[in-house]
């Protein structure tokens, strides 16, 4: 036995302090998203809760220190002791000598989560052949600390755990590691990384899992993890002040039309409108400030897509999700190399995308007017088009595309049938569907208009109808050949099932997807079921 195994030997039998009890007498929070369909933990009035991995639990407390304005994320993981953390040492040199890993999981990130599997069971077998009287849960403790720090992000990954988080931000190792959370906004964490080599070795390991690179002569990174949440890297010396990382969280479950009906986000009407204009192919944006939902809002209108139809989705980095029943063809864009070749930006998708047969082409975000010059053109040409772009209103939506450095002809903009707004209010951190619009072409010499149909009244807090559909009904009516009746019917019978859903808690993508494609081939089917017959 080595001296380090040997100095491991002697210390506590207890690896790390035991895991916090909860407190019996303190009040818990109950949390605010949890109307919003996400369970979240519960917080106690000192501002404390847990963090719990798979081996691990780690407690947080935030609180403002005297003499500061920002209050501060503390995490507190297991202690180890001197002799478990020079056995950790001694273990990791051999693992690294041990641990293989083929060139399809290294560049293929769909398999990290298996790579992540294989990696632990060979910790966990290491660990427990040189500490033979090791417990179970320390074999375990030892072994995710080990596999943190060589797959994932070290301590870090206890925040990528925390759901209370919304952003987490690296400014270089001379600043402590800045938090958004969802119920006390910015806050600064005890968490300081050691040396901007760390950070760019985060930052390189990210990149690799997608086949990407960040270096010098190719400084900037936007990626995302196995997890599915965006991260965007820089390095010195276009970050003057360091290195940085910011990764921008995603729910780990997606968002689904239930979801926001339960949290208010949008009205049972203004949902059976989306639902009935996106089956029968009406071109629709959806559009708002940054973090108001517009990703959520598109992956909704992915749910009303019917199954037979061919789905193309073109992004910066993945963040859609469609159900598992669509034949869905996801495209992401490729960086170029430091010598310029290979990169393959959304233009370049976007055109592919039309020689492979879709019935509907969905684009993350519309950033040029190249890109959206080649999207309105596919609008135009019969396919059917859902998109994000940054606007905040209807109007504004249709003055950044009309108007330079956008700049599409009018002609063109007649193809866009709806616009969705989504709205975020940054003091109660609450997202709604701000204004539902629909664009009305203009007669002979006029200008082509929105119509505004529903629009969110922030003193009620409620969604309200505006003006009467002067278009979109029209369109249905010629593509569908119903009555004003019978659509009338039709929308009533969404907005029953959707009020099922909702009271049901029906809030799985795939789950969803499966009633609205029963809907689509059997409606009586639905209804009656909707009716308890």
């Known amino acids: 036995m080595n001296k380090a195994k040997a100095r ?66 503390n995490l507190k993981t297991p202690e180890m002791s001197e002799g478990t953390l020079a056995f950790l040492d001694d273990l990791r040199g051999d693992f690294l000598k041990k641990a293989t890993i083929t060139k ?41 600390k080990l596999v943190n720090e060589m797959l994932g992000l070290g301590d870090l990954e206890f925040l ?35 040396d901007e080599n760390q950070i760019w070795n985060y930052s390189s390991a990210i990149a690799r899992r997608i086949g990407r690179q960040i270096s010098t002569q190719s400084p900037l990174l936007d990626a995302y993890l196995p997890t599915g949440d965006r991260v965007n890297a820089t390095l010195m010396p276009i970050s003057s002040f360091g290195n940085t990382i910011t990764i921008r ?25 989306i639902w009935l204009a996106t089956q029968y192919e009406m071109n629709i944006i959806i559009s708002g400030g940054t973090g108001a939902g517009k990703t959520s809002m598109l992956n909704v209108v992915c749910s009303f897509i019917p199954e037979n139809q061919r789905v193309v989705s073109i992004e910066q980095t993945r963040e859609i999700t469609a159900p598992k029943y669509l034949q869905w063809v996801p495209l992401v864009v490729r960086e170029a190399t430091g010598e310029g070749k290979g990169g393959v930006n959304m233009l370049d998708l976007l055109v592919n995308s039309l020689r492979m047969r879709p019935d509907r082409i969905i684009v993350g975000e519309i950033r040029r007017a190249e890109e959206a010059e080649v999207l309105f053109e596919a609008m135009h040409t019969g396919h059917s088009v859902y998109a994000t772009l940054h606007a905040e209103t209807v109007d504004e939506t249709l003055r950044r595309l009309t108007h330079p450095p956008i700049n599409i002809p009018t ?9 969705v707004t989504m709205y975020r209010d940054r003091r109660s951190g609450r997202r709604r569907m701000f204004e539902l619009g629909e664009i009305v ?57 959707l009020n099922w859903l909702v009271k049901e808690d029906i809030n799985d993508v795939d789950a969803v997807g499966k009633i609205i494609a029963q809907y689509y081939d059997d409606p009586k089917a639905v209804v009656a079921k909707v009716h308890g017959k």
């Not at 002609?411 to 616009?419: A, D, K, P, T, Y």
């Not at 278009?471 to 029953?496: F, G, H, P, Q």
Request: aromatic content about 6%.
């Open 441 to 497: 072409p203009g007669r002979e010499g006029e200008e082509i208009k929105a119509n505004t149909l529903y629009k969110w009244d922030s003193g009620k807090d409620k969604i309200a109808p505006v003006h009467p559909s002067k278009r979109v009904m029209d369109a249905i009516k010629v593509y569908t050949n119903m009555s004003d009746s019978e659509i009338k019917k039709n929308l009533a019978e969404r907005r029953e099932i």
């Open 160 to 194: 990528l755990k925390d759901d209370w988080i919304e952003e987490i931000c690296i400014n270089g190792c001379e600043s402590p590691v800045w938090i958004y959370h969802r119920k006390y906004g910015w806050v600064k964490s005890n968490i300081v990384l050691p």
């Open 8 to 73: 491991a030997g002697k210390k506590k039998k207890k690896l790390h302090k035991p895991r916090a009890k909860k407190d019996a007498g303190k009040k818990k929070v109950v949390a605010p998203d949890k109307k919003e369909g996400r369970k979240l933990q519960a917080i106690s009035d000192d501002g404390s809760y847990e963090i719990s991995t798979e081996y691990t639990s780690a407690k947080v407390q935030i609180a403002k220190k005297e003499g500061e304005n920002i209050a501060t994320y």
């Open 411 to 419: 002609v063109m903009m007649e193809s866009l049938h709806l616009i």
């Open 249 to 273: 969280k995603f729910a780990r479950k997606a968002w689904t039309i239930t979801d926001l009906i339960k949290a208010n986000t949008i009205s049972l009407e203004a949902a059976a409108l």
């Open 104 to 144: 399809q999981e290294a560049l293929d990130i769909r398999m990290a989560e298996q790579l992540r599997e294989k990696f632990t069971a060979l910790a966990k077998k290491m660990v427990a052949e040189r500490m033979p009287h090791m417990s179970p849960e320390d074999v375990g403790i030892i072994s995710e």
